[in-house]
């Protein structure tokens, strides 16, 4: 017996399907049923639209506009989607370090260094954040600044710092953290 492509496609869309419902219902959660509402007795003037035995309130007048139970009209309700909260990491989560690249020295005139950052994090920013640092071991400290969205950093390629002498070690630390 020979299964024609469209019968295999067909076959692995309805096997999709299936495995996205259950996964669907899975984070869901198991389900529960509501008691059904007690019977009330509600005095319905006999002018509402909901006054119709087969209509129960809410329900909707010739114009189109909700009718409550005792016949006030109803305005529609919004719920608000909450805004997800941000995910900002601090300091403490990063380890930055220095590689150098270039290192040019004059002499008791100290040296130029070329030298790239490769910063890691153990908690991600979401949206994003800017982590503010400085680099230590030069003449001056060097402020700078690279952007967090999610885990993925971006920052220049290289940078440029002079130090006193060929042995200064450089280092990183980081400042803060700011949401953006």
């Known amino acids: 017996m020979t299964v024609s492509p ?10 999709i399907l299936a495995l996205a419902a259950a ?7 198991p389900s529960t049923t509501a008691a059904p509402a007690p019977a009330t007795t509600s005095s319905v003037p006999a002018n509402s639209p909901c006054a119709n035995k087969q209509a129960s309130p809410p ?8 009718i409550g139970a005792n016949g006030q009209t109803l ?5 608000a ?3 997800p909260i941000p995910l900002i990491a601090s300091p403490a989560d990063f380890t930055v370090t220095v590689k150098t690249l270039e290192k040019k020295c004059f002499g008791s005139a ?3 260094v070329t030298y790239r950052i490769d910063p890691k994090t153990t908690t991600p920013c979401f949206p994003s954040c ?6 230590i071991g030069g003449e001056d400290v060097q402020n700078g600044s690279f952007t967090l969205t999610g885990t993925t950093a971006r920052f220049d390629s ?9 042995k200064a070690e450089l280092k990183v630390k980081v400042t803060d953290v700011l949401p953006n």
Do not use: H, W
């Open 110 to 112: 100290g040296c130029n």
């Open 75 to 79: 305005s529609p309700t919004t719920t």
């Open 130 to 135: 800017t982590v503010l640092y400085e680099i």
């Open 59 to 66: 329900c909707t007048n010739d114009a189109g506009k909700l």
């Open 81 to 83: 989607i909450p805004t």
């Open 158 to 166: 290289q940078g440029m710092i002079q130090t006193k002498s060929s």
């Open 23 to 29: 996964a669907f219902f899975a984070l869901r959660g």
């Open 6 to 15: 469209r019968a295999l496609i067909i076959s692995a869309v309805l096997v």
